[in-house]
């Protein structure tokens, strides 16, 4: 019985080290945000005036427009690229060249990002000697984490799809449905929690990449992560803490959102499958 208890106390002591080591750097970022202090380290007073001044810092402000353009561009297209990429996996298991395209989909996951932006970075340079485009900017980077994005979109929604009841679209199919609307009336809303999750993580790993972009980016075209990064040479100070603040606050409201969303989609789901279920007892039994 004692062993039992020390083991619970354990567990419980060793589970809130680990948050704490998470998340208590983040919140002392976020109480150092409200620091009057211009060095980051030492305490000065409780005060607003850096989240004044960071709506006065042009180049923080057009960096994080630069970052959420690329975001939302590079997620979307990483989600409709593995969205295909997953229905070609697991709807098509016997083609030739599988083993060689599911390698190429999974090669960003375990290459260093340091290779990817690299190559990429030659390619596109070869490209542009060639045809005259792109030109190192907004566009080359969201090419780069689209193809980053891609594989973490494609691993999401591929797990997604092998849970799925594969007999709910053949049904469909020998009811008269075409394939597209197969897709469409009945694989897409199955999927459509794992697409939200997939995209979710996307647009968090492009709004924090720094080695992909600082190979990709061109003049003027700075994200939000390089121009901290080129800050943090000459020194910090509190208005970037501001910044961490906000995305902290930001991101937590849209994971929170979207958390409750999938939640009361589960639930309205198994109230529907119980209903069903109900419906067809009675039949049944007739």
Request: aromatic share 10%.
């Amino acid at each position: 019985m004692n062993a039992t208890r020390w083991g619970k106390r354990l567990s419980l002591g060793w589970m809130l080290a680990i948050y704490a080591f998470l998340y208590l750097p983040i919140a002392t970022l976020m109480a150092y945000s409200f620091n009057d202090s211009k060095m980051v380290t030492v305490w000065g007073g409780f005060t607003f005036r850096w989240y004044a001044e960071l709506f006065n810092d042009r180049d923080i402000i057009e960096a994080f427009k630069l970052s959420l353009q690329i975001a939302l561009i590079s997620a979307t297209s990483a989600v409709v690229l593995g969205t295909l990429a997953a229905l070609t996996l697991v709807r098509y298991q016997a083609f030739r060249g599988r083993t060689l395209f599911s390698s190429m989909v999974n090669a960003p996951l375990v290459m260093p990002e340091v290779i990817v932006g690299l190559s990429l970075l030659l390619m596109l340079v070869a490209v542009q000697k060639v045809f005259g485009f792109p030109d190192r900017g907004m566009l080359t980077i969201s090419l780069g984490h689209t193809l980053l994005g891609m594989a973490y979109a494609t691993v999401v929604i591929r797990s997604r799809l092998l849970e799925m009841d594969k007999s709910l679209e053949e049904a469909a199919l020998d009811l008269g449905a075409r394939p597209i609307q197969v897709f469409r009336l009945v694989t897409l809303p199955l999927i459509v929690q794992a697409l939200l999750s997939a995209w979710l993580l996307t647009f968090t790993i492009s709004l924090d990449d720094v080695v992909i972009s600082a190979f990709l980016s061109g003049p003027g075209s700075n994200t939000l992560p390089i121009v901290i990064f080129s800050r943090a040479k000459l020194g910090l100070n509190p208005t970037v803490n501001v910044v961490a603040t906000l995305t902290v606050v930001i991101v937590g409201i849209v994971l929170i959102a979207s958390s409750l969303w999938i939640a009361r989609r589960e639930k309205r789901r198994a109230r529907e499958m119980a209903m069903a279920w109900k419906q067809e007892i009675p039949t049944a039994s007739i």
